[in-house]
Every structure is written in C-alpha cells, then in structure tokens.
C-alpha cells in the first residue's frame, strides 16, 4: 500500500471522526475536536519537542568542531625581588604593572573525518528522534480515542442503569400494589425489592465507572467531558493484514526510529575505526606586553596517538557491538509491529462478531421480556421471571456498548499499528509542529548575532 493509495483510506476516517453526528449535536464534541485538544494540551509532546530541539543543537555542536576556536586573554603582573635578574631588572616596586594582552586561535585542518563522521552520527540521532516524537503523537491520540470512546461508553451505561431503576422501582410499586389486594404473595414483593437494590447497585457502579472515566478523559484531552458526540463511523481499513502490516513495516515510526539508530550505529563504527588517524591542527597567536612591544607566532602541527593502553581498540569494538544491537532492535521491531498489526486486525474482527450477536441478543431478549411481561399480566409468570428477563435485555444492552466502544479503539489502534495515527495523516486540519524550524535553524552552529532568530524560533515552538 503507497502513500497515494492511503490517502482515500485516511480522507475516510477523517469523515468519520466526527461529521456523522445526530440533530442538534452542533455544538457537541465530536471525536476530531478531542483529538485537535489532546494534540494541543499534551504536556508529553511538548517534552519530546525540547528533546528534538536538543538533539539538534547536538548537530549544531558537531560542525562547530571544524571552525576555529578563537580566544583573548588580559593579564595584570606584579612582582617585586631584593635582587636584579632578567625578570626582575625592570620591576623595582610593587606598584610597577605588566599588562599582557594575547589573542590567539586554533582549529583543526584535517582529522580523516572524524568530525565529518560525529556530524552524521547526529543527524541520524535527530532523525531517529523526530521518529520518536512521531510515535508520542499517536500514543497521545490514541489515548485521546480510547478516553472518548470510554466516556461515551460509561455516559450509557449510567443512562441504561438508571432507566432500569427506574423501571424496577415501578414494578416495584406495581407489585406492592398487587400484593395488597392479595394477588400476589410477599416473596414477590422481596424479589423486586431485591432487584431494585442491585439495580441501585449497579447504577453506582456505572456512575463511578463514568467518573473515573472523565478523570481519564481529562488527563488525555484536556478538560472534562460535557456534550459528546456518538461515535463515528468507521475508517476504511487495508482489505488484509497482510497489507496492514506490509503498510506498517515502511512508515510505523518506531521501525523508521530503529533503522536512523542503525545508521547512526555504522557511523559510530567508522568513527571508531578513524581514531586511529592523526590530527592536523594549526593555531595563531599575538601577544602585546605594555611598554616591551608585542610578538606573534604561527604553527601546523600533526600528532597521532600510538598507544592508549587498548582504550581505542576496546571504544571500536563496542561501536561493532553497539552496531549489531542496533540492527537485532530494527529486527525485533519488524516482528513487533507485525505482531501487533496482526492483533489490531484480529481484534476488530472479534468485535465486530460481538456487536452483530450482541444485537440478535438484544432483539431476543426484548421479545422475550415484552412476552413474560404480558403473560406475567394474565398470571402465567411471577413477578422474578420478568425481572430475570429485563436484566437479561439490561446485559445484552451493557456488552453492546461496550463492544461498540471497543471496535472505535480498535480501528484507531490498527491506524496507530501502522504508524497512521498522526494529526497530519488524520488530516485535522490543524497547523502542526514542524520538527525541522529549529534544526534549519541551528544547523549551522550560528554564531551570536543569530541569537533573536533563535528567540523566534523557540517562542514559536512553545505556542504550538
């Protein structure tokens, strides 16, 4: 599956993450507000982006290695002796002061590129980071689609639970009636009573499950539930696994992160393996002595280590080492994300057999309860076989729900299974981090008078 082939997929989902609402639900959350929310109060996201932006200063420090290093010095001296020497011929009180002024600088002219190779290690660390900021996004809109679906779902079930409460309190009152007429006997009127109280029961069950469920919901949103839209229609989904995972294999973030580790890895080989060579650097320095005159001096210099007592043997085989991890992790990673693809897929297909047996339940159990509800009329059942069969049809109600809940998360879990589950695969339509402003930015390693570009840079980054 390319990219192009995906855009229809993913235009499909974005139409159901919030268009297919019922009348009067204009001003009701929808699933594609919660998700632009969580996007933007995330304070997870906002951590990632300060680790990127330090990874490309990481960048920035690597190329300032081969510019020169440019520094002044200022010295005040004083010295008195009892005897006349060289140093001391002209210095015949303590008030006699030498003012050095010294300006030097060095740089390295040629390392068999080293530092060329520490450039690439940390842009491969940047883009291995951007990867990981990539695959923080879709946890946090996951997390957003999973709070969403749970506060709808809990919102329900207080809403059924409370209904049967209100219903048992009725056939409650119904059969109370009857037994004081004597047509029933006093083991009828305990049996409802019994079952109001775990009607009760249940509804505060229900209602702590709901309020628990807005507390989630404002940790990955950003504020409380109030009008929430139903859930949305399905996106459209890969026709198999097979090429879900196929999809999953090229974009899912954490493969992408894993093969940057991998490059960054053969770098630090080549690296390693370069430390062997010799340096070159040059150097330039000036020096004023008031009062004496003042000197300079140039010189080129070229050293090379020849024995470290094995450290640099021992650093390049722990890069080799450090290399063929990287490369067993991108390994691993393949299996996991295919194994979860597999699961994603496997699991919507389960819950969509839940939903369809869920609803033949409901549509039996309804019949039946409306038929043992008129027998029970004409004396041909008790008043416990028609709460057995409202409980029945209260159950079969409560899985549905939460069946119905279930298949959202999971449609949204395969899109975060295949690395899909970004606000600009979503298409939110809203403006997004761009993790390349502030490496563009420093790249370079700018010098001081780019400093109230950077300033924008950074208040920029902290209002998205």
Not at 3 to 10: A, E
Not at 286 to 305: E, K, L, P
Request: with cysteine.
């Amino acid at each position: 599956m390319t990219r192009k082939t995906l855009k229809p997929l993913l235009l499909a989902s974005v139409a159901g993450l919030g268009l297919i609402v019922g009348p009067g639900a204009a001003s009701a959350e929808t699933l594609a507000d919660a998700l632009v929310s969580a996007y933007r109060n995330s304070h997870l996201i906002e951590q990632y982006r300060a680790t990127l932006a330090a990874a490309d200063e990481d960048v920035a420090q690597a190329v300032a290695d081969l510019r020169p290093v440019v520094q002044w010095g200022l010295e005040f001296a004083s010295q008195r002796c009892d005897y006349q020497t060289t140093s001391c011929a002209y210095m015949r009180d303590w008030t006699d002061i030498e003012t050095t002024l010294t300006l030097s600088a060095s740089w390295t002219l040629y390392d068999f590129g080293r530092t060329q190779f520490n450039i690439g290690i940390q842009k491969e660390t940047v883009l291995a980071t951007r990867e990981a900021l990539r695959s923080t996004e879709q946890s946090v809109l996951l997390s957003a689609v999973a709070a969403y679906a749970d506060a709808k779902a809990t919102a329900e079930q207080v809403a059924i639970n409370e209904n049967s409460v209100r219903v048992i309190g009725e056939q409650l009152k119904a059969t109370q009636d009857k037994f004081d007429v004597g047509e029933v006997t006093r083991t009828d009127v305990a049996q409802a009573e019994a079952s109001l109280a775990g009607a009760r029961a249940s509804l505060s069950a229900a209602q702590g499950n709901y309020k628990a469920a807005r507390e989630s919901y404002k940790a990955a949103i950003g504020h409380y539930p109030d009008r929430l839209s139903g859930l949305p229609r399905a996106p459209k989904l890969p026709k198999s696994a097979d090429e879900a995972a196929q999809t999953a294999l090229r974009l899912h973030p954490a493969i992408k992160q894993a093969q940057h580790q991998v490059a960054a890895y053969d770098l630090g080989v080549a690296l390693a393996d370069a430390q062997r060579n010799p340096t070159i650097t040059g150097s330039l320095g000036y020096g004023n002595i008031d009062g004496y005159g003042h000197s300079g001096a140039a010189s080129v210099t070229m050293s090379q280590t020849i024995y470290s007592g094995g450290a640099i043997s021992s650093a390049r085989r722990q890069a080799i080492v450090n290399r063929e991890g990287a490369r067993a992790t991108l390994r691993q990673q393949g299996v996991t994300v295919a194994q979860a693809v597999a699961n994603a897929y496997a699991m919507i297909d389960v819950y969509r057999a839940q939903i369809g047996a869920y609803q033949e339940q409901i549509r039996a159990a309804d019949i039946a309860y409306r038929g043992v509800k008129e027998e029970a009329t004409l004396g041909a059942r008790t008043t416990l076989d028609v709460l057995d069969a409202e409980q029945n049809l209260l159950d079969a109600r409560a899985s549905l729900i939460t069946a119905e809940a279930d298949l959202q998360v999971g449609y949204y879990q395969l899109l975060s299974d295949m690395g899909l589950l970004t606000v600009e695969d979503l298409k939110l339509g809203i403006p997004t981090y761009d993790p390349a402003a502030y490496y563009n930015a420093v790249q370079k390693a700018p010098l001081s008078v780019q400093g109230e570009r950077l300033d924008r840079v950074l208040r920029a980054i902290g209002k998205q």
